[in-house]
């Protein structure tokens, strides 16, 4: 079963590179999963809550210049493949076109994936079926 989406706006699990300008410092990351309100970064040195940064998101084809907010952070918290360590961040600052192209990309992902999990369903109910004759 698909799990339910509780945010407004969805999100989708896509991995773009991005560079945030914080503090006289760069910091390099990737985003997990990212919507037109926020993303998801997984970085080594995520920033504290409720600090505001600068930050460019490499999509595919464009780069996305984008002022957001730190909205939780696991600075201190476990490092793994369930936990990577990184910072929840809302957008503030984002243009029009920006958000179209996060939405555009977002719905292609998301379609994708359920139709990928959809035939996935319907070729284990087929074995399933062939097993049964």
């Known amino acids: 079963m698909l799990e339910q989406e509780k945010r407004i706006y969805p999100r989708g699990k896509l991995t773009w590179s991005i560079s945030a300008?914080?503090?006289g410092s760069?910091?390099?990351?990737?985003?997990?999963?990212i919507g037109v309100s926020g993303a998801y970064v997984c970085c080594a040195r995520p920033l504290r809550l409720n600090e505001v940064f600068d930050m460019v998101i490499n999509a595919p084809?464009?780069?996305?210049?984008?002022?957001?907010?730190?909205v939780w952070s696991n600075i201190y918290g476990p490092d793994d493949k369930i936990n990577p360590r990184g910072m929840?961040?809302?957008?503030?600052e984002i243009s029009d076109e920006d958000r179209r192209l996060i939405t555009?990309?977002?719905t292609d992902n998301n379609l994708v994936r359920e139709a990928s999990e959809y035939l996935n369903t319907l070729e284990l109910e087929t074995i399933a079926d062939l097993n049964n004759e």
């Open 61 to 70: 084809d464009k780069s996305l210049n984008i002022k957001a907010e730190v």
């Open 21 to 23: 300008q914080a503090g």
């Open 88 to 92: 929840g961040v809302r957008f503030i």
């Open 104 to 106: 555009h990309e977002v």
């Open 26 to 33: 760069v910091i390099e990351g990737v985003t997990k999963d």
